[in-house]
T-cell receptor, first 116, second 114 residues
Framework: AQSVTQPDIHITVSEGASLELRCNYS??????LFWYVQSPGQGLQLLLK??????LVQGIKGFEAEFKRSQSSFNLRKPSVHWSDAAEYFC??????????????FGKGTHLIIQP | DTGVSQDPRHKITKRGQNVTFRCDPI?????LYWYRQTLGQGPEFLTY????????KSRLLSDRFSAERPKGSFSTLEIQRTEQGDSAMYLC????????????FGSGTRLTVV
């Protein structure tokens, strides 16, 4: 079964500084990888996804992520964070499967705090 | 297209009562998912529908939980004889296989069992 590890429970970054959120996955085949953001009391919004091809993926709100197969990682980055980026960030994996259940497996999330 | 809608947004119920949540997916999405999210955790997969057929259920979905998707449109999730451990955010998502796993989540229903 697939699994996702987000090693950092909390991260504090100063506004305007760069950001990197770590994500490691475990899956035997080529995974589908996702990053979602969740504001307090809200549902999840998709930031970006990786299926194949270029390993550097661009998403919304200025975020990008890089898939590194050798490290089983899919880290999320942003060059300059804004106070509105404060939220919970979830990495998720889905099986490379053409059928059956294809629910997402999520990590436990990283809580991002932005310091003024 | 107004996205995925969930109703109610919040539900407080007494232990032992039954509750039902509703999810209206994006109209052209034929796949619908239910997830449960407890405090400080990521969402956990509960069940999955393709059109009206429930094709997968997680072991998390005990006998007290039942989900339906009549006519392949909206879905309901019922919890019978609620327990305090059922307190969580229940999230619904929909996708279209042709959309390459373009899951869209609703805002969730926050259940508190007292």
């Amino acid at each position: 079964a697939q699994s996702v590890t987000q090693p950092d429970i909390h991260i504090t970054v100063s506004e305007g500084a760069s950001l990197e959120l770590r994500c490691n996955y475990s899956y035997g085949a080529t995974p589908y990888l996702f990053w979602y953001v969740q504001s307090p009391g809200q549902g999840l919004q998709l930031l970006l996804k990786y299926f194949s091809g270029d390993t550097l993926v661009q998403g919304i709100k200025g975020f990008e992520a890089e898939f590194k197969r050798s490290q089983s990682s899919f880290n999320l980055r942003k060059p300059s964070v804004h106070w509105s980026d404060a939220a919970e960030y979830f990495c998720a994996v889905a099986p490379y499967s053409g059928g059956g259940a294809d629910g997402l497996t999520f990590g436990k999330g990283t809580h991002l705090i932005i310091q003024p | 297209d107004t996205g995925v809608s969930q109703d109610p947004r919040h539900k407080i119920t007494k232990r032992g009562q039954n509750v039902t949540f509703r999810c209206d997916p994006i109209s052209e999405h034929n796949r619908l998912y239910w997830y449960r999210q407890t405090l400080g955790q990521g969402p956990e997969f509960l069940t999955y529908f393709q059109n009206e057929a429930q094709l997968e259920k997680s072991r998390l979905l005990s006998d007290r939980f039942s989900a339906e998707r009549p006519k392949g449109s909206f879905s309901t999730l019922e919890i019978q004889r609620t327990e305090q451990g059922d307190s969580a955010m229940y999230l619904c998502a929909s996708s279209n296989r042709q959309g390459n796993y373009g899951y869209t989540f609703g805002s969730g229903t926050r259940l508190t069992v007292v």
